[in-house]
């Protein structure tokens, strides 16, 4: 299995195996990685495996596929606008539902820029999304 591969592909991959294995994880080795650069890059895993008693220099670690992040709460639309007046969000903190089954880590940097940039343009225009313009004018008829 290509670890570089979407995040769905993987998942479906390791569930796969475990199915077959009968088991309710898979292994995963870092024995192919020195101790050194575990130590530098991963020093919370590795103290946290150890708790667990696995020491990931030495053995393989057993793993499943989880949700290991969370796409924010907050709706908003293509410009960053959520449904309160005057408040826009953007970044980790929204769901503005780009994001399919094999969302890339890397996409959210670039997510947040643009949908920064839009909610920005906006602000400074002084525009209002289509709801609050229609609000906006029956309160004042």
């Known amino acids: 299995m290509d670890e570089l591969q979407p995040r769905d592909v ?3 991959a390791i569930r796969e195996q475990m199915k077959k294995d ?8 870092m024995e192919k990685i020195d101790k050194e650069t575990i130590l530098n890059h991963f020093p919370n895993i590795y103290h946290h495996c150890l708790e667990e008693g696995y020491d990931v ?4 670690i057993p793993v499943v596929p989880a949700q290991h992040y969370f796409m924010g709460g907050i709706w908003v639309d293509r410009d960053s606008h959520t449904s309160m007046a005057h408040l826009y969000a953007a970044g ?4 503005n539902g780009v ?11 670039l997510e947040s820029l643009v949908f920064a940039k839009r909610a920005a ?5 002084g525009e209002q999304n289509e709801d609050e313009g229609a609000e906006a004018s029956e309160q004042t008829a």
Do not use: F, M, Y
């Open 10 to 12: 993987v998942t479906q």
């Open 57 to 60: 220099t030495k053995e393989p």
């Open 121 to 125: 343009k906006k602000i400074a225009a």
């Open 99 to 109: 994001h399919g089954a094999n969302r890339l880590a890397s996409n959210s940097l």
């Open 92 to 95: 980790e903190t929204s769901c």
């Open 22 to 29: 009968g088991t309710d994880h898979v292994w995963l080795s």
